[in-house]
């Protein structure tokens, strides 16, 4: 006989004895048909003794299958399933006897797109596993049947799930819940079975398919994703929007791994000096009816943290939002995105405080998007202003700039050249038009990041939108058009009606020519298939800031005099023409070595 089957049998035989040492002389006590097996949190600490919960089986009980299965722990194979739950203001927790596992966990303050209880970790959509090597297999900890005791510890609930295999011999799980808060704390230990469970590492496997918690399965789906941060404070994750299953083995260690979706995100943290050794994660979209993306992540854990009564560990259940994410854990805050860096910067130190601040005066989004936009645009209306002070100066110039198309209509190089000497005498850079435009595109594309992660918007409706964190569609087609769909979303479509206004007023004030106005036309129409899907804030916020955009310029034009700049040009003209130019910007200087530059190959090609 093996060494670990002649342990076992004296562990389960010491088991079975003080079992029946500690019940033998009480009275069974039958339970009331119907009666509820769920135990709920009182105000006083509590204890469930285990004739109330896992009842542990007799070894004339334990079947075959089960000590193949279990090895030395196949005495705790069989029980009674029964369910503890605790709670705070933000989430209610279910666990369950068997496996002294999570099974359940509702978030209380937010509902699914059906207005149904979001419960965002269930067992119809997760599976939890904890293997341990025992006797030479892989034995599921949270398979097994344990007893557990609930206790108030300051502004904490404190949970334990214990299994007791002989004296100082046990395993047991340990949930720690604040008053308010995501977050659950979580401790595995392994006391006492270092000749049962084998020195080789713990693995966790975590498989969740999403579920349909949001209007857009699509988005959802492409908006999920598994995040992972690494111990050298990298963070990184599979691909959202694949097509495809993206896989990835990871063999550095993580200090924590998310299961994210659009507006919500599952994760396990290691604290304090512990780590995730390395993992397997794997995204799937699904396309069927039973879920919106498969999650699956196999974690190794190191048993030494758990012999020593060190496994701590966390979980995050809730929704991905700034406030919530910032306290969990370092770089858990990235789960939320908002661009890259630049743009992330800019979201996170702006846009994000001004909405928040918003946020506690206004209860109307659509108010606060307005509102919003004002102060964006007051924000850069510096910028705006140099921007049509500078297409002012090129209107005043647009005579002269033709004359020189018309002096060299074949010669484009020529002509470049001349608008160049002519910019230098008159003192226009031609690039300050751009600059403003430039700098002001981060605040365009900081849009684009945050409005589609922006959980405050989820079932917040505004006019005919039921949700700004989706597309509104009060009317569909009953076909699809390519690129765009089958739904047809009102903002979007004043959002490209508005851009298309903007556009044709811009053309009236600058002096492009050509196929360059009919690309500008264009390109609204583009971003009306593009947007179309997008969520209808969004669009709602490029409907407000086009239309203070116009509104903008026609103000700027009383304050810009045309007749002021061209004089201003002709005063620059004379001052250079009598060597009265001053200091000529570097910009300048690279134009002036760049034209000689050019001058002096013309003439090379001329003598050859």
Not at 89 to 103: A, D, E, L, P, R
Request: hydrophobic share 40%; net charge positive; aromatic share 10%.
């Amino acid at each position: 006989m093996e060494r670990n089957q002649v342990t076992g049998i004296i562990l389960i035989t010491l088991l079975m004895l003080g079992y029946f040492m500690y019940v033998g002389n009480k009275e069974p006590q039958a339970v009331p048909a119907g009666k509820d097996t769920t135990t709920t949190l009182s105000t006083k600490p509590q204890t469930i003794a285990p004739k109330e919960a896992a009842a542990i089986g007799s070894d004339s009980s334990i079947s075959e299958e089960n000590k193949s299965k279990f090895g030395a722990l196949a005495v705790a194979a069989l029980g009674e399933e029964k369910e503890v739950t605790f709670e705070n203001n933000q989430i209610k927790v279910y666990c369950s006897t068997k496996g002294g596992v999570v099974k359940k966990v509702l978030l209380k303050k937010y509902l699914t797109s059906d207005k149904k209880p979001l419960y965002l970790f269930n067992e119809t959509n997760n599976s939890l596993s904890l293997s341990a090597i025992v006797g030479g297999k892989p034995v599921d900890l949270y398979a097994l049947y344990y007893t557990p005791t609930i206790e108030k510890l300051g502004d904490s609930t404190v949970i334990k799930f214990k299994l007791q295999v002989g004296e100082n011999q046990f395993i047991q799980h340990t949930y720690s819940l604040g008053k308010s808060g995501y977050t659950v704390a979580y401790n595995a230990t392994i006391a006492g079975l270092g000749n049962v469970i084998e020195d080789k590492p713990l693995v966790l496997d975590w498989i969740q398919n999403l579920p349909h918690t949001e209007n857009d399965d699509v988005q959802s789906r492409d908006r999920s994703t598994i995040n992972y941060y690494t111990v050298a404070e990298e963070f990184n994750n599979l691909t959202e929007a694949s097509k495809s299953t993206e896989e990835e083995v990871l063999n550095e260690p993580l200090k924590w791994i998310s299961l994210k979706q659009k507006f919500f995100n599952c994760g396990f943290i290691a604290t304090n000096t512990n780590v995730i050794t390395k993992a397997i994660i794997t995204a799937t979209p699904s396309l069927d009816t039973n879920g919106v993306k498969l999650l699956q992540a196999r974690l190794t854990l190191p048993v030494a943290d758990f012999k020593s009564g060190k496994g701590d560990y966390k979980f995050y259940f809730g929704p991905t939002k700034a406030d919530d994410l910032k306290n969990v854990t370092e770089g858990y805050h990235k789960n939320l995105y908002l661009g890259y860096p630049v743009i992330r910067e800019f979201n996170r130190y702006v846009v994000m405080p001004l909405f928040d601040f918003l946020q506690k005066f206004i209860t109307n989004y659509g108010i606060i998007i307005i509102i919003l936009g004002i102060l964006v645009k007051i924000l850069l209306l510096p910028l705006s202003f140099k921007s049509q002070v500078s297409m002012a100066k090129m209107r005043v110039m647009k005579p002269e700039l033709d004359e020189l198309k018309e002096q060299f209509p074949d010669d484009l190089q020529k002509q470049q050249s001349e608008q160049m000497k002519l910019y230098q005498k008159v003192g226009i850079n031609p690039l300050s038009g751009c600059v403003p435009v430039l700098l002001s595109m981060p605040v365009l594309l900081a849009m684009f990041s945050f409005f589609p992660n922006a959980i405050e918007l989820r079932q917040q409706g505004f006019l005919w939108a039921a949700d700004l964190s989706t597309y509104d569609a009060p009317f569909h087609l009953p076909f699809t058009i390519p690129f765009y769909g089958s739904h047809v979303s009102i903002f979007t479509l004043l959002m490209t009606l508005s851009t298309l206004a903007l556009t044709f007023f811009n053309n009236q004030m600058t002096t492009a020519q050509g196929p360059m106005k009919s690309v500008s036309y264009i390109m609204p129409v583009v971003f009306m298939f593009v947007l179309n899907s997008f969520p209808a804030g969004l669009s709602f916020y490029y409907l407000v800031s086009n239309i203070l955009s116009i509104a903008q310029q026609k103000l700027m034009q009383q304050f810009v005099d045309e007749d002021k700049i061209k004089q201003q040009l002709e005063d620059n003209r004379k001052k250079h023409a009598t060597g009265q130019t001053g200091t000529k910007s570097k910009w300048m200087q690279r134009v002036e070595e760049a034209m000689k530059t050019r001058d002096e190959q013309l003439k090379n090609q001329k003598k050859k």
